[in-house]
DNA sequence: GTGGTCTAGACCACG
DNA sequence: GTGGTCTAGACCACG
């Protein structure tokens, strides 16, 4: 359910905050959900188990999971699917204005922007995946 | 001309090339223009010696500049308008596949998306600027 | 007549020993009063045997209550009011210690911890109940 | 000007978190000044460099440091003094109200906590240090 | 069994 | 030179 790819530079322990966080927005981890152990999680990804007890702790931080030594990681209860969507869409317009942000640095124009885009959610839309990323 | 910003997240070193590369494509330095020497860019924009370098040998790389031992570094001759927009059209798609990369990764749709830019587009081209990128 | 919090940080078996020992010491328990099995105040509280066994040992070392073999857990006889409350002042005195460690390790002065401490303890006296502490 | 008590049980992270907190919040470090670099404290301090990343990681969370990446690592200059000073309230009342939380949780009265709290406030003003915790 | 802290050390990105 | 990420593994606290 959650997978992480190794070779692309967003840092391993960014992209497991990101699926989590993703799974419980949408409702496939409900509140009261115990989540994988960290032990357990990081065998299955095959990565340090440091790396997912960091992802964790920033989950935990932001609201999003509950943390008990011992007894292991649920799903907050308290967090609402309200709470849960504004959580999403905070992610979405912060990714957003920071790709804009590089456009403005580059004086791309709104009309760059919007078409190119256009053209790529489009190609996205079909292929069902979006062009990959250059290494 | 050239101006970075130390505390934004971005490398010091993304940001002269972009200004660089704007500064080019835009025509505000036209081919046979000198450019400042990396120790007097350096100094001007008091950031690292190595760090306008490392700038200076991607634009080289990118076939924008030509950096000449000894003689100074200058706007390629050869470049010509369509290769200039070529390099520009090339960097606004790696920043839209990049943008979108993240998106996937957070498991938003293209329709989350498409609308979010809409609507931060929209402003962009009211308000002048977009809306600033959180620190 | 025993619960614990969960959610709260403080470790479930220091809440278990706190309420044993308040529970004795205002005297709602007293000497020669048995006190629920390990395993039915586990059930009970829905947290592990291990939990409520070491809550019981420290107790238990604390000469608050005493663990018979096969026969069940009772309430000291031997525990006088006196020492009851030698027990509790004791309880205090860690308290207030660890609390100004705490300040000491920040830099607080004294001063500033009296007057934020009065403050807070007068909100306590006319609410009935103090602050909440933060998730 | 920072040190660390390995012996104690607050761990060793956030008791850096602390001090460096506190230099930033009396105006001992100010804006714009570097801290120390990470393995150099580490070294200082007899801790492994993580360690120390670890606070920092966190105090730049909090606004109170800016960390850029090979350049080192500074005090905020956007903090005013009124945030230093509001950081450092927010800090205390956090450290009152826990403290208050667990009297609460044992059953003592207002009354017993305040003479306490006089008491041993008295003995920290005197003899320039508080008593010792408990191991 | 479950999470937390810390270390020693490799390797990388940025300056 | 400076910070960031990750690993492998020890040891601990809580349950």
């Given at each position: 359910?959650?997978?992480?790819d ?25 509140p ?38 011992g ?40 009309d ?24």
């Amino acid at each position: 359910m959650i997978s992480v790819d190794l070779r692309s530079h967003v840092p391993t322990y960014v992209q497991i905050v990101e699926r989590v966080g993703h799974l419980v927005a949408t409702g496939v981890l409900k509140p009261g959900n115990q989540l994988p152990t960290v032990r357990q999680l990081a065998t299955d990804l095959r990565v340090n188990f440091n790396t997912v007890a960091r992802a964790y702790r920033l989950l935990d931080e932001a609201g999003v999971i509950s943390t008990q030594q011992g007894r292991g990681t649920y799903v907050l209860e308290g967090l609402s699917t309200v709470q849960a969507e504004e959580l999403r869409q905070a992610a979405l317009e912060g990714l957003v204005r920071s790709f804009l942000g590089g456009a403005v640095r580059m004086a791309f124009s709104p009309d760059d922007v919007e078409s190119e885009s256009r053209i790529q959610i489009e190609r996205w839309r079909r292929a069902g995946d979006p062009p990959a990323e250059a290494e």
